[in-house]
């Protein structure tokens, strides 16, 4: 199965910097078949981007994906107060469909 | 607007059995795969479970496999899971999660708010 590994695992920043969180994938997505996903405390996962780069409906815009291969990325542009939770990676190019150990967004 | 709402978790002795339920409404039930996907206390996402918009493929993941049986009723827009054989390690928040597919092989485009199973003596 393929592992997605998550860096960095707790990111600090405040609100209005720029965010970029990476996830790298132990063998190649095929298609890119990757999303991120974005999860509040005490509150199901939401999800924000498919397809490595495509925003799922109603994510703002400030939320962009890119990447291919192994190594993938979701880049926040300008931080809400609303955006510090916790973001997962998660491949579906390849049974099963596996998702990576999490990253921490923090108020610095 | 989509809706997904579980149901059936609770405490269950490690070797019991439990049903979890999820309700869907907003969408045309049998035109998408389901899944359950799980999340240990503390702890990242497990997919666990899917099934067809038919309900003629199920998927299991391992640590599954065996123990666990996913169902629907496109007849009532609901997804099961029955778990048997119950462990530790399978205690976790159960999320009802709709495939962005009729196949369950795509990203989880939708999430109920989940339903607590906690597996101890």
């Known amino acids: 199965e393929i592992v997605l590994t998550q860096s960095p695992g707790t990111l600090s920043l405040s609100p209005g910097e720029r965010a970029t969180l990476s996830c790298r994938a132990s063998?190649?997505?095929?298609?890119?078949?990757l999303a991120w996903y974005q999860q509040k405390r005490g509150q199901a996962p939401r999800l924000l981007i498919y397809a490595a780069s495509s925003r799922a409906t109603g994510i703002p815009d400030r939320f962009s994906g890119s990447g291919s291969g192994t190594d993938f990325t979701l880049t926040i542009s300008r931080l809400e107060p609303e955006d510090f939770a916790v973001y997962y990676c998660q491949q579906y190019g390849s049974p099963p469909r596996t998702f990576g150990q999490g990253a921490q967004l923090e108020i610095k | 607007e989509v809706q997904l709402l579980e149901s059936g978790g609770g405490l269950v002795q490690p070797g019991g059995s439990l049903r979890l339920s999820c309700a869907a409404s907003?969408?045309?039930?049998?035109?998408?795969?389901m899944n359950w996907v799980r999340q240990a206390p503390g702890k990242g996402l497990e997919w666990v479970s899917g099934?067809?918009?038919?309900?003629?493929?199920?998927y299991y993941a391992d640590s599954v496999k065996g123990r666990f049986t996913i169902s629907r009723d496109n007849s009532k827009n609901t997804l099961s899971l029955q778990m048997n054989s119950l462990r530790a390690e399978d205690t976790a928040v159960y999320y009802c999660?709709?495939?962005?597919?009729?196949?369950?092989?795509?990203?989880?485009?939708?999430w109920g708010q989940g339903t607590l199973v906690t597996v101890s003596s």
């Open positions: 063998q190649s997505v095929r298609n890119n078949y």
């Open positions: 907003g969408f045309t039930f049998n035109d998408y795969a």
């Open positions: 999660a709709k495939d962005a597919a009729r196949s369950s092989v795509y990203f989880f485009e939708y």
């Open positions: 099934i067809s918009g038919s309900g003629d493929s199920t």
